[in-house]
């Protein structure tokens, strides 16, 4: 079993950063790959971003690339979303999620641990 909680979450202006952290505990982290989903009111969960468990793999969505940086720290039990030049569209609820069986994947189903998710608000 692995718990994750997410903290960082906000309100901030157009244009400007935040940066989520996701904590980890239970059973051991390292093997997992992590992803970053978000949701937004009356839509679907979709994925952000994803890292595999050595940090070496990234993937992330086309709407943000070049905008968020996925990053982990083994050796706390973290994983982090930094988020530059952000845009209200990306105002939604951040969940952290861990995944023991593939890589780093966009595929909801693939994680089998989520966090309860942290707030971000992005006003124009």
């Known amino acids: 079993q692995v718990q994750l909680v997410e903290s960082g979450g906000g309100l901030v202006q157009a244009g400007g950063s935040l940066r989520l952290s996701c904590t980890a505990s239970g059973r051991t982290f390292s093997p997992y790959s992590m992803g970053w989903f978000r949701q937004a009111p009356a839509k679907e969960r979709e994925f952000v971003a994803a890292i595999s468990w050595s940090g070496a793999r990234t993937l992330y969505a086309d709407s943000v690339k070049g905008r968020f940086t996925i990053s982990r720290d083994n050796a706390k039990n973290m994983v982090y979303l930094q988020m530059n030049s952000l845009k209200p569209e990306d105002t939604a609820v951040y969940y952290c999620?861990?995944?023991?069986?593939?890589?780093?994947?966009?595929?909801?189903?693939?994680?089998?641990?989520w966090g309860q998710g942290t707030q971000v608000t992005v006003s124009s």
């Open positions: 999620a861990a995944n023991s069986f593939q890589g780093p994947v966009p595929n909801r189903g693939a994680y089998n641990y």
